[in-house]
């Protein structure tokens, strides 16, 4: 079957199903749906695959229009293990795959379904690529494929939807998709090929092939970290146990001075300065692996016009920046007075929740970039001090979100909590940093360091103060700290 526009499908019926996914980054916009592609069935013997491309298209005053990937599942009579994951039943016409009245759901909710993706990577062989109907299937030589093994969708937080294969792969299938080289399936690649400890080997991935040759990056699997937790949780666990200990001392009369972030039990410092020391690893080798550039006095200041363009946006929308706007913007002048900095290949959207802890170290996950950047914007080079200043933000928010947990807990506590949790931050951020610069950070990499953290706090104001107001205080306290360094 050769790529359709689909005019059967109930725009109405589509858009319901979308809005109620958890990978929708659209929910609560004005919007229809706007053309819906048939990009072709999945081979193998088993249940209709079908690969749909599906149009948003925004009426908002912002406005734009995005592709998602839906891939769903027919079948002839209901499925009621699958109720939860129905788009909804129609008829299908002659030309069909497969004809008639149908029952349409998620097809990464359905076993069988996620199945035929695991026996078409499994088909291809290692090192080789295969041509099976509108789709184009990769191996990466390397690694067996336990075709046997059980699916089930992950079942976190995502923007994307992941399907784990018993504890052999993970396939994650893209959601929002765009022609040309998807950035995680182009790093994994890279990084896997050129032996990189510090990632999840990448196995095989799926491309469409349209109309003009250009390839639509669908799907990756890669192996799976089977002793993996996430460095998110582990952090907030860590802030627990030390405020645990925190409140109880705090209560027994002005003891809680005695209890610190490295004497607690679940202290992070060793985990922070070996994820330094992983991040470091995985710049180095993106750095010798994709071109790197050194940009001049010129492109600082370009850089420096961008952070203060941001930083007067975001006075406009959260006035309590205003006051420290001039300590963040002579330091954005600072940057602008450079004579030059290096660029390369970076990560894009470095947090500790694309951090995965395993018994053979720390990995990275997730190399798609900045979400909201167009693809040309996420793949060029850029200051490795950008993904720095992610994890540092990281470090900050790890032990505010857990101590505002504490509040309504323990009240009467606060001094003790706050001193801790900024003592925890501080710790770990420097433990982090040391590790990954191996020494000090010279004069112009701090500068950097400190612009881009403050960029990042910035915009997390706006963002706090849209979406969860209460959390504003978390990245305003940083702003105002750089402010008045
Ligand atoms: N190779 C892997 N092995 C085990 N778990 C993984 C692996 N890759 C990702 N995960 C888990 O799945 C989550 C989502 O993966 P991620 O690549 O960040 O997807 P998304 O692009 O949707 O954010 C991660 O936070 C991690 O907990
Ligand atoms: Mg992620």
Same mark, same amino acid.
């Given at each position: 079957m050769s790529t359709a526009t689909i005019d059967h499908l109930d725009p109405d019926v589509l858009r319901a199903y979308i809005e109620r996914t958890r990978w929708f980054a659209g929910k609560g916009r004005d919007l229809h749906i706007g053309e819906v592609t048939r990009l072709g069935v999945l081979p193998g013997d088993g249940p209709v695959v079908v690969v749909h491309l599906v149009e948003v298209v925004y009426d908002d005053a912002a406005g734009g229009r995005e592709l998602y990937q839906v891939p769903l599942v027919f079948y002839r009579d209901p499925e009621p293990r699958l109720e939860h994951a129905l788009v909804g039943s129609w008829e299908e016409p002659a030309d069909a795959p497969l004809p008639g009245a149908v029952h349409a759901y998620d097809a990464l909710h359905d076993r069988e379904a996620t199945a035929q993706w695991l026996r078409a990577f499994a088909a291809t062989p290692a090192g080789g690529s295969r041509t099976a109907d509108a789709f184009v299937v990769h191996r990466v030589p390397g690694h067996e494929l336990d075709v046997d093994a059980v699916p089930s969708l992950y079942p976190g937080e995502q923007s994307n939807s992941s399907v784990f294969f018993g504890e052999d792969a993970v396939m994650k299938v893209f959601r929002k998709v765009t022609p040309g080289v998807n950035p995680d399936i182009e790093v994994h690649d890279v990084l896997t090929r050129a032996g990189s400890e510090n990632v999840a080997a990448l196995y095989a991935w799926l491309e469409h092939l349209d109309a003009d040759g250009s390839p639509w990056q669908l799907a990756m699997l890669q192996q799976f970290l089977r002793t993996a937790t996430d460095g998110w949780t582990l952090a907030l666990g860590s802030v627990r146990d030390l405020l645990a200990e925190t409140v109880t001392h705090a209560l027994e %009369? =002005? @003891? %809680? *001075?005695?209890?610190h972030a490295r004497d607690a039990? $679940? *202290?992070f410092a060793g985990e922070a300065a070996r994820l330094g020391e992983s991040v470091r690893a995985v710049h180095d080798l993106l750095a010798e692996q994709f071109p790197t550039e050194r940009a001049d006095a010129q492109d600082a200041a370009a850089l420096a016009a961008v952070l203060h363009r941001r930083l007067e946006a975001a006075v406009d929308a959260v006035p309590e920046l205003a006051e420290h706007r001039d300590g963040v913007a002579a330091l954005y002048d600072r940057v602008a007075a450079l004579e030059g900095f290096e660029r390369q290949r970076v990560h $894009? =959207? &470095?947090? &500790? $929740?694309?951090t995965l802890r395993t018994s053979k170290g720390w990995k990275i996950v =997730?190399? !798609?970039? !900045? #979400? %909201? @950047?167009p693809l040309a914007e996420r793949v060029r080079p850029d200051s490795r001090w950008r993904d720095v200043a992610g994890m540092l933000r990281s470090f900050d928010y790890a032990p505010r979100v857990v101590e505002r947990d504490f509040a309504l807990d323990h009240p009467g506590t606060d001094e003790a909590r706050d001193q801790r949790a900024a003592e925890w931050a501080h710790r770990n951020r420097n433990h982090f940093l040391t590790a990954y610069a191996g020494g000090e950070l010279s004069a112009d990499e701090r500068l950097l360091l400190d612009a881009y953290t403050a960029d990042k706090a910035v915009y997390e104001t706006v963002y706090e103060t849209r979406n969860? #107001?209460?959390?504003? %205080?978390i990245p305003l306290r940083a702003v105002a700290e750089i402010g008045a360094a």
């Open positions: %009369a =002005d @003891a %809680a *001075d005695q209890v039990g $679940g *202290d $894009g =959207d &470095l947090h &500790l $929740g694309q =997730d190399f !798609e970039g !900045e #979400p %909201a @950047a969860r #107001p209460t959390w504003a %205080a």
